[in-house]
C-alpha cells in the first residue's frame, strides 16, 4: 500500500487503494489508521491518502546502511580499475546513484555525485537496471552517453529481490571492456552478496 501511494501523483482514495489490493473498504480504513499513527501516510480534508514524514525517517536510515554494504566491494573495484565506481539503483523511471568511491591513486577521475540521475536508456548504469530485470548478468558499456568522452562499464546486481541495482565504474576516456566487464560483474556479485 505505501509503494501505491507513493507512486500516486495526487494522493488515493480508500476506494482505489482498496480496488488495488483486493480488499474491503473496511480494511483499507484500518490500514490507514495504523499507518497514520506512525506518519507513514497523512490524509487531507478531502479524506485522500498521501505519504507522510515518517517514510523520510525510513528512507534516510535504508540509504546509508545500504551505502556502508557495498562500501567495501566499491572501493575494491576503483582502487583495482583507476576508475570511480558507483551503486546505481532504480528510483521511479530513473537511475539514481546512490554511493559512489573516488580511485585514490589516479591523477584525474571522474566526480560523480551521490544524488545524480539519469534515463535508463543512457549510461552503462541505466542500461544494466533494464538488463538486470531480464536477469542478464553480462556488463553494459556506454561512450559518452551522460558525459562527453566518458565511458561506463556496469553490471546489474542480481538476485536480490529488494532493490534493483548496478555497479559499474566511469572513467574519462577509454575502459578495456575485456579487463573490466569480468571486474565490475564479480563486484555486482559481491554487492549482491552484501545486500541479501
Known amino acids: 500500500m505505501l509503494a501505491r501511494v507513493a507512486r500516486s501523483g495526487g494522493g488515493c482514495t480508500v476506494t482505489e487503494l482498496a480496488a488495488e489490493l483486493g480488499v474491503g473498504r473496511t480494511v483499507v480504513y484500518r490500514l490507514v489508521a495504523t499507518l497514520e499513527a506512525h506518519r507513514l501516510v497523512r490524509r487531507d480534508a478531502s479524506g485522500r491518502v498521501w505519504l507522510g514524514t515518517g517514510a523520510l525517517g525510513l528512507a534516510g536510515r535504508v540509504v546509508p ?15 583495482e580499475v583507476g576508475a570511480t565506481a558507483h551503486l546505481t539503483i532504480a528510483d521511479g523511471g530513473e537511475a539514481l546513484a546512490v554511493a ?3 580511485p585514490t591513486w589516479t591523477t ?30 553480462d556488463p553494459i558499456v556506454s561512450h559518452g ?9 556496469a553490471a546489474a546486481v542480481l538476485e536480490v529481490p529488494s532493490i534493483e541495482a548496478s555497479v559499474g565504474v566511469v572513467a574519462l576516456g577509454p575502459l578495456d571492456p575485456e ?7 564479480e563486484a555486482a556479485a559481491q554487492v549482491a552478496k552484501a545486500l541479501r
Open 65 to 79: 546502511l545500504l551505502r556502508e554494504a557495498v562500501l567495501p566491494a566499491l572501493r575494491s573495484l576503483a582502487e
Open 100 to 102: 559512489v568511491v573516488e
Open 108 to 137: 584525474l577521475h571522474v566526480a560523480y555525485r551521490v544524488g545524480a540521475r539519469h534515463p535508463f536508456d543512457r549510461g552503462a548504469a541505466g542500461r544494466a537496471l533494464l538488463a538486470g530485470r531480464a536477469g542478464d548478468p
Open 145 to 153: 552517453e551522460l558525459q562527453p568522452d566518458a565511458t561506463g562499464v
Open 179 to 185: 579487463v573490466v566487464g569480468p571486474r565490475v560483474v
